[in-house]
């Protein structure tokens, strides 16, 4: 019996490798003598550099790098054999690192992110992969740049300070110290959103909020980026403001895409790639995969669903546990999904589920196994 584990994390709960090991405790309790392959996957955004390094055994690298409001941060990344680094925007330049009451998403900058990107470049990266989500910022990647050699001049052709809002005052952009290293260098861009840059669904308006912007502030943010986006194309001959995703992580998928050509694909599709979810699932008798919560919006983008459709591709039946399932998440049964369930055994406040996920998700996989051995009778 061959039995695939490939999970998402479980929020402020349990990592993606923690869950896989979760499920695989409870089903070798009843089959000790079965295969069972993890394969933690992620969607692009936190724990995407845990989940690939579990799979693929790389190498996890720490760096000292500026937090999203020059305090300097801890930031993780990872090293694979085949000279890939994996990175993180939320590991520099994430809203973890801003308690609530001093978020300020008007000089946020991901300048410790484009930090990030040296340090693989420094290690000789000839594959850079950078998962979007999670972030303070919304500078458009400004930061990003700046830590890359580009420079953000005024009129008076000085530098502007960091942050989305001086993007306003933005006169000139110049290229010409733009580390030349990544012309050799594929930049993959993993993200789950197909926000654009500006307007009522770009970085602004949709994620602002979140980030410590008032209503006032999102409208000058999102024309500070409007702005930006045409000193850009007027720098690069080409507008990439509308292209889908590039609103992603606070418009640092703008400056991915026209300054780093950077390619964009889904985060799952490329995190089951880097662990070989397609070859692992070859042969398996059921996969079961999960995440904190299943509901109509897992159709989109979302880890349980992307790795359904490998695990479909090779005839292989599916089964998602999950902390609670929301209004309409009968939809993903329709996405190669067979069944679904969740792990409560009853009432119990959130605290509780968090802190009890591990336990109940080793009990549900050992029931699922027991009524797997019975339909094998």
Not at 235 to 243: A, I, Q, R, Y
């Amino acid at each position: 019996m061959k039995i695939v584990v490939a999970p998402d994390s479980f929020k402020e709960s349990l990592s993606a490798p923690e869950v896989a090991e979760a499920i695989a405790r409870g089903w070798l309790r009843v089959f000790p003598e079965a295969e069972v392959l993890l394969r933690p996957m992620a969607d692009g955004g936190e724990g995407t550099v845990d989940a690939v390094l579990a799979a693929c055994g790389g190498e996890r690298r720490e760096l000292r790098v500026s937090g999203p409001l020059g305090e300097p941060v801890s930031a993780h990344w990872g090293w694979l054999g085949d000279a890939t680094a994996v990175l993180e925007m939320a590991a520099a330049s994430g809203l973890h690192w801003v308690p609530a009451q001093q978020r300020d998403a008007t000089r946020a900058s991901s300048y410790g992110t484009g930090e990030l990107i040296r340090a693989a470049l420094d290690a000789g990266a000839r594959r850079i992969i950078l998962g979007l989500g999670g972030s303070a910022t919304n500078d458009g990647g400004s930061g990003l740049l700046r830590a890359l050699g580009v420079r953000f001049l005024d009129a008076e052709d000085e530098e502007l300070e960091p942050g989305g809002l001086a993007l306003a005052r933005l006169a000139r952009i110049d290229v010409s110290g733009l580390d030349a290293r990544l012309l050799g260098v594929q930049v993959e861009v993993a993200a789950d959103v197909d926000n654009p840059l500006c307007g009522p669904r770009g970085a602004s308006h949709v994620f602002g909020p979140q980030k410590g912007a008032s209503a006032a502030q999102v409208l000058a943010l999102d024309a500070a980026l409007g702005h930006f986006a045409q000193v850009a194309a007027a720098t690069l001959g080409k507008d990439h403001s509308g292209f889908p995703g590039v609103g992603a992580a606070g418009g640092l998928g703008f400056a991915a895409r026209a300054f780093l050509h950077a390619r964009f694909r889904p985060g799952i599709e490329l995190v089951a790639e880097l662990s070989g979810l397609a070859v692992a699932v070859k042969g398996a008798d059921l996969l079961i995969t999960g995440e904190g919560r299943l509901d109509s919006q897992s159709l989109h983008g979302k880890t349980p669903v992307g790795v359904a459709r490998v695990a479909s591709a090779a005839g292989v039946p599916v089964i998602a546990l999950a902390g609670s399932l929301g209004e309409g998440y009968q939809a993903v049964y329709e996405a190669g999904i067979d069944a679904a369930f969740s792990l409560s055994a009853g009432p119990q406040s959130l605290e509780q589920a968090m802190a009890g996920a591990a336990a109940a998700l080793e009990a549900r996989a050992c029931d699922l196994a027991r009524v797997w051995r019975m339909a094998r009778a």
